[in-house]
């Protein structure tokens, strides 16, 4: 590898919260390292030039991807060949393995670049969609920085170097403490991606109008927002008769400590209320075949990671049809009484020992590792 001096880094996230760990990582890395490639806010803000909107990339489920095949096919080829006209020292993927994997393949084939390494950031989840998919990883990256330590083997009996950084969502929460007297605040959290947005606000909506008519007449109901998706929710929340309070990114973490429950998507959300120790309950919609696929090749009982690492139900999980303004009502309820919540919070609490050595600092592990 060249000077770090010269180094050039094409960095590739596609989702909201890869954007955030790119930033962390570039800003770990000395001020003279070029970085190209595709981000969001937080990477643009730590001295990205994205080559498009982040927001093209944030799409998940096999038919979901299928509905949005034409610009995510755009999307790789103008990366691709990107990639070839930078020749960069390192091209680091984080997340979005089926995106990045189609990139690299096709830079790869080209024959293009010659000393260029390929690194990838979060394990793919092959211990639930099946481990012999990470032998097709390992044909594809140099270099996998995994979350967890349980995560390595999967790749490394394939001969693909794994790292494990702990999990990033940790840091920083430590200082969001669950108040003792928390509001009276219902945090609905729709997901980042538009595809989720567009199947859950109006589960969301529907929830609100049942809360609100069972006793609930008096608590605050606040939805998060991001980049992606905030135009579309203001848009579609104008005419509910019991309008939400929007607050940015910026503000969610104070937004989850001071929160009574929350109504949460499937994904890194979730982990983060988990490690505030949040009462939450799990929801996720799909296209119907697609949930058909995953209960045919999914190999774990649950969807979220806490559950996953403790394996045991601790956040409920209503998926697919039983994502339902009835069932969640439901939950928002038993959740009320101080018995459910103290048992949930202890179980919580029970598992923050499986989120990451707490002498660790995940960017920093990755970009140390990376200028090593």
């Given at each position: ?174 200082k969001y403490k669950p108040s003792k ?144 303004p009835d069932a969640i009502t439901a939950w928002v ?40």
């Open positions: 590898m060249k000077n770090i001096k010269n180094l050039k880094i094409f960095i590739i996230a596609g989702e909201v919260s890869g954007d955030v760990l790119g930033a962390k990582i570039m800003q770990e890395m000395p001020e003279n390292i070029r970085f190209v490639g595709v981000g969001g806010q937080n990477m643009i803000s730590a001295g990205l030039k994205t080559l498009f909107p982040m927001s093209d990339l944030s799409v998940m489920g096999v038919f979901e991807v299928l509905g949005h095949a034409k610009i995510l096919t755009q999307r790789i080829k103008q990366t691709v060949a990107a990639i070839i006209k930078e020749k960069p020292d390192i091209v680091l993927t984080i997340d979005s393995p089926g995106f990045a994997k189609s990139v690299i393949t096709k830079v790869k084939k080209s024959g293009a670049l010659k000393n260029t390494k390929f690194y990838h950031v979060v394990a793919p989840q092959v211990w639930a969609w099946g481990a012999k998919r990470a032998g097709k990883y390992a044909k594809v990256f140099d270099k996998l920085y995994a979350f967890f330590d349980f995560e390595k083997p999967y790749f490394e009996k394939y001969g693909l170097q794994t790292v494990a950084v702990g999990h990033p969502i940790s840091d920083g929460l430590d007297n928390r509001d009276k605040i219902i945090t609905f959290i729709p997901g980042s991606r538009m595809s989720e947005v567009k199947k859950l606000l109006p589960v969301f909506h529907k929830t609100i109008d049942i809360l609100v008519t069972r006793g609930y007449k008096d608590y605050k109901f606040i939805i998060p927002t991001v980049e992606t998706t905030d135009s579309y929710i203001k848009n579609e929340i104008k005419n509910w008769a019991y309008k939400p309070i929007l607050v940015s990114a910026k503000q969610r973490y104070n937004v989850y400590a001071n929160s009574f429950v929350a109504v949460v998507a499937s994904g890194t959300a979730s982990a983060e209320l988990a490690i505030m120790h949040i009462p939450a309950i799990v929801v996720y919609k799909m296209n119907p075949l697609t949930v058909f696929l995953a209960h045919i090749l999914l190999t774990v009982k649950w969807v979220s990671l806490v559950n996953i690492l403790m394996n045991k139900t601790i956040y409920p999980e209503l998926l697919g049809k039983h994502a339902n309820k038993k959740l009320s009484l101080a018995e459910n919540r103290n048992a949930m919070i202890q179980e919580l609490k029970a598992a923050d020992s499986r989120w990451r050595d707490s002498q660790k600092n995940p960017a920093k592990v990755i970009a140390d590792d990376i200028l090593s």
